[in-house]
């Protein structure tokens, strides 16, 4: 889809090529050139143009949040916008510095930037294949990509898609992780893309024509060549950075650029042009629409068979990731071969209501957002990018499914710039359950051991995350199964064997919003089709009992524990307004029970100070003080030395 973050014939024989001078000695294919990923999973946007009332920095205010002027934000802390030639060859390279400092400062980090469209003095007016319409393309890409500084720069000025690249990653690459080259580069109305093999004019034994891309109108071997220049040039720029197709939807494509060269005769192999297209990426970015895949025709019924709800929705966004990686692993992209490719997907969504049957409805909208963002975190996936930030309409009166796919309500016309410097956007169901996600899980890591640990049945979605700490997020529910609607139910109890606490905080989809948990037992947990986020009560709790973000319980039973770090065997306070057995267990920062210095004592009401046997026997580090009676569980950080 289109995305703007700021507002703002002839034959290929014709082609007159000379030689390529690298300045770089490696592709992808070669071993260890696919740099390391340790960053975090990120909650991505795609920002939008929404009218004068906002520009780019209060944009991303609403998105990211800044504290300063009182803006919660969406939950978003990586942004994708464009920066095309033709936008900066007309304001400069360096138009966007400001506002790439701004997204800096509200904690906005590993950007994708989409490299694309030519200044009209650079586009080259070829017809290629016959097309009634030019290239949208770059003239002068097979002139050479170096000239060795013979004009200040170390690429070739002629070649104008190459001075370009070097001039706006030179620039922004503090800011920027990945780079994706031509946004949607397989977009196409001809229907060929869809075909199977053997089917006429399919893309798995047929090129695309170039009348068929429509975001290019350039035969594939060009997209191919138009990779391998950025690649050359980021990785010369950028060594750690990461270069990737931008936005991919159909495998068909995929499989094309992986059998053909940048030869611009036919795409084979040559001296010139030794290798395919996956040598110049090493990030494969996609993007799912499922809203599209959620039927099948049924010669049983003579009609469409649809499921139209949550979870067959975010099963299709993995399943289009999985047809992705058997085509990479076909052509040797396995890590044996040739090293495996990355994966970021740079826009994903389904509508807040139905057209033309597709699935749609503001509460799958936000359970799918939810699932989607669980399943790509346990699917490899890097980034997730929603589409879109706001509204492109109001609720009554949307014409296009993918003008209701907004974490807010229109946006249009309530911005700052004019109103008085207030901000007046408000949140749909599905903002509401995206941030939630992300203030739960941010900087939090998929655990897929503790996930198989789960032995989650059939019926229930999730999985486990961790945050390094000794503390786990789980994220539960009941797999919807039904067509058009979101009704489903479970029951689950975690094994012994995960070793999780008997109570546990339990935080609905709309947690940001309403701030509300409860504490539930382990056993015997209700699910619906809408996901839960439970924690395992080993959260660390502040020492200081007058703090007022301690839980209600925390502070009407006083409990402390002293001197903090211990280095002699702790002392316990707590006060009981009635008579109470009480019980103190100590767990390390893997939650497993490793100490019981107070079993089912009996207390009379008041306070009490009482030692803490046994404690002192533990190896010095970081545990959890769980303190317990017959109605309250409270969890203690404590820290031993020795």
Same mark, same amino acid.
């Given at each position: 889809?289109?995305?703007?973050?700021?507002?703002?014939?002839?034959?290929?024989?014709?082609?007159?090529?000379?030689?390529?001078?690298?300045?770089?000695?490696?592709?992808?294919?070669?071993?260890?050139?696919?740099?390391?990923?340790?960053?975090?999973?990120?909650?991505?946007?795609?920002?939008?143009?929404?009218?004068?009332?906002?520009?780019?920095?209060?944009?991303?205010?609403?998105?990211?949040?800044?504290?300063?002027?009182?803006?919660?934000?969406?939950?978003?802390?990586?942004?994708?916008?464009?920066?095309?030639?033709?936008?900066?060859?007309?304001?400069?390279?360096?138009?966007?510095?400001?506002?790439?400092?701004?997204?800096?400062?509200?904690?906005?980090?590993?950007?994708?930037?989409?490299?694309?469209?030519?200044?009209?003095?650079?586009?080259?007016?070829?017809?290629?294949?016959?097309?009634?319409?030019?290239?949208?393309?770059?003239?002068?890409?097979?002139?050479?990509?170096?000239?060795?500084?013979?004009?200040?720069?170390?690429?070739?000025?002629?070649?104008?898609?190459?001075?370009?690249?070097?001039?706006?990653?030179?620039?922004?690459?503090?800011?920027?992780?990945?780079?994706?080259?031509?946004?949607?580069?397989?977009?196409?109305?001809?229907?060929?893309?869809?075909?199977?093999?053997?089917?006429?004019?399919?893309?798995?034994?047929?090129?695309?024509?170039?009348?068929?891309?429509?975001?290019?109108?350039?035969?594939?071997?060009?997209?191919?060549?138009?990779?391998?220049?950025?690649?050359?040039?980021?990785?010369?720029?950028?060594?750690?950075?990461?270069?990737?197709?931008?936005?991919l939807g159909y495998a068909s494509f995929l499989d094309a650029l992986l059998r053909n060269t940048?030869?611009?005769?036919?795409?084979?192999?040559?001296?010139?042009?030794p290798l395919q297209g996956g040598a110049y990426f090493d990030v494969l970015s996609f993007h799912?629409?499922?809203?599209?895949?959620?039927?099948?025709?049924?010669?049983?019924?003579?009609?469409?068979?649809?499921?139209?709800?949550?979870?067959?929705?975010?099963?299709?966004?993995?399943?289009?990731?999985?047809?992705?990686?058997?085509?990479?692993?076909?052509?040797?992209?396995?890590?044996?071969?040739?090293?495996?490719?990355?994966?970021?997907?740079?826009?994903?969504?389904?509508?807040?209501?139905? @057209?033309?049957?597709?699935?749609?409805?503001?509460?799958?909208?936000?359970?799918?957002?939810?699932?989607?963002?669980?399943?790509?975190?346990?699917?490899?996936?890097?980034?997730?990018?929603? @589409?879109?930030?706001?509204?492109?309409?109001?609720?009554?009166?949307?014409?296009?499914?993918?003008?209701?796919?907004?974490?807010?309500?229109?946006?249009?016309?309530?911005?700052?710039?004019?109103?008085?410097?207030?901000?007046?956007?408000?949140?749909?169901?599905?903002?509401?359950?995206?941030?939630?996600?992300?203030?739960?899980?941010?900087?939090?890591?998929?655990?897929?051991?503790?996930?198989?640990?789960?032995?989650?049945?059939?019926?229930?979605?999730?999985?486990?995350?961790?945050?390094?700490?000794?503390?786990?997020?789980?994220?539960?529910?009941?797999?919807?199964?039904?067509?058009?609607?979101?009704?489903?139910?479970?029951?689950?109890?975690?094994?012994?064997?995960?070793?999780?606490?008997?109570?546990?905080?339990?935080?609905?989809?709309?947690?940001?919003?309403?701030?509300?948990?409860?504490?539930?037992?382990?056993?015997?947990?209700?699910?619906?089709?809408?996901?839960?986020?439970?924690?395992?009560?080993?959260?660390?709790?502040?020492?200081?009992?007058?703090?007022?973000?301690?839980?209600?319980?925390?502070?009407?039973?006083?409990?402390?524990?002293?001197?903090?770090?211990?280095?002699?065997?702790?002392?316990?306070?707590?006060?009981?307004?009635?008579?109470?057995?009480?019980?103190?267990?100590?767990?390390?920062?893997?939650?497993?029970?490793?100490?019981?210095?107070?079993?089912?004592?009996?207390?009379?009401?008041?306070?009490?100070?009482?030692?803490?046997?046994?404690?002192?026997?533990?190896?010095?580090?970081?545990?959890?003080?769980?303190?317990?009676?017959?109605?309250?569980?409270?969890?203690?950080?404590?820290?031993?030395?020795?």
């Amino acid at each position: 889809m289109k995305n703007l973050w700021w507002s703002g014939a002839a034959a290929l024989l014709c082609l007159h090529v000379t030689a390529l001078f690298s300045q770089i000695n490696f592709t992808a294919n070669d071993a260890g050139r696919v740099p390391a990923y340790t960053g975090y999973f990120m909650y991505g946007t795609n920002g939008g143009y929404y009218g004068t009332s906002w520009d780019d920095k209060s944009i991303a205010d609403i998105a990211a949040g800044n504290p300063s002027k009182g803006v919660k934000g969406a939950g978003s802390k990586t942004f994708r916008p464009p920066l095309p030639e033709y936008f900066m060859e007309f304001y400069g390279y360096d138009i966007r510095i400001n506002e790439f400092n701004h997204y800096a400062s509200l904690g906005v980090l590993d950007n994708t930037v989409m490299l694309n469209s030519p200044s009209e003095s650079h586009r080259d007016n070829t017809r290629y294949g016959g097309c009634s319409d030019e290239s949208l393309m770059f003239k002068n890409m097979y002139e050479p990509i170096w000239d060795g500084g013979a004009n200040g720069t170390p690429v070739n000025e002629n070649n104008y898609y190459a001075l370009y690249v070097y001039k706006t990653v030179t620039r922004y690459k503090s800011y920027v992780k990945f780079w994706e080259i031509v946004n949607e580069p397989d977009f196409s109305w001809s229907g060929n893309a869809w075909k199977d093999p053997g089917m006429p004019d399919n893309w798995w034994e047929n090129n695309p024509s170039p009348c068929e891309l429509t975001n290019m109108k350039i035969p594939i071997y060009m997209y191919i060549h138009m990779l391998r220049i950025s690649y050359e040039v980021i990785k010369y720029v950028d060594p750690t950075a990461y270069v990737a197709p931008g936005g991919l939807g159909y495998a068909s494509f995929l499989d094309a650029l992986l059998r053909n060269t940048d030869n611009p005769v036919d795409g084979s192999v040559t001296a010139d042009y030794p290798l395919q297209g996956g040598a110049y990426f090493d990030v494969l970015s996609f993007h799912s629409y499922p809203m599209y895949d959620l039927k099948t025709w049924d010669n049983n019924i003579g009609g469409f068979a649809f499921w139209r709800h949550s979870d067959a929705a975010a099963d299709a966004y993995i399943n289009l990731k999985n047809r992705f990686d058997s085509v990479l692993i076909l052509h040797g992209y396995n890590g044996s071969t040739y090293p495996k490719k990355l994966f970021i997907c740079t826009e994903f969504n389904i509508p807040s209501q139905s @057209f033309d049957n597709m699935i749609g409805s503001a509460e799958a909208q936000r359970n799918y957002m939810i699932k989607a963002l669980v399943n790509a975190q346990k699917n490899g996936i890097l980034q997730a990018y929603m @589409f879109v930030l706001g509204n492109a309409q109001d609720e009554t009166g949307a014409t296009d499914p993918f003008a209701l796919m907004g974490l807010y309500k229109k946006l249009e016309g309530i911005g700052p710039a004019t109103n008085g410097g207030l901000y007046k956007q408000q949140y749909t169901d599905e903002g509401i359950s995206y941030k939630t996600t992300s203030d739960l899980l941010l900087h939090w890591r998929y655990d897929s051991v503790r996930t198989n640990a789960l032995q989650l049945p059939a019926n229930i979605g999730g999985g486990a995350f961790y945050d390094g700490q000794g503390n786990y997020t789980y994220v539960l529910w009941a797999r919807t199964t039904v067509d058009q609607t979101e009704a489903a139910s479970a029951t689950y109890s975690f094994p012994a064997a995960v070793n999780v606490s008997p109570w546990m905080y339990r935080k609905e989809w709309n947690y940001s919003a309403t701030g509300a948990s409860a504490t539930i037992q382990s056993i015997n947990v209700a699910l619906t089709g809408a996901p839960v986020f439970l924690n395992d009560n080993l959260q660390p709790l502040p020492i200081d009992t007058t703090t007022t973000t301690r839980p209600p319980a925390e502070k009407e039973f006083a409990v402390s524990v002293f001197p903090n770090p211990a280095s002699v065997n702790p002392t316990l306070r707590f006060t009981l307004k009635t008579n109470a057995p009480v019980s103190v267990k100590v767990y390390n920062t893997e939650g497993k029970w490793v100490a019981s210095p107070v079993t089912n004592r009996k207390f009379v009401a008041g306070s009490h100070a009482i030692t803490l046997p046994g404690v002192m026997d533990l190896p010095a580090g970081v545990y959890y003080c769980s303190f317990e009676t017959d109605i309250i569980k409270v969890m203690q950080k404590l820290v031993i030395m020795h």
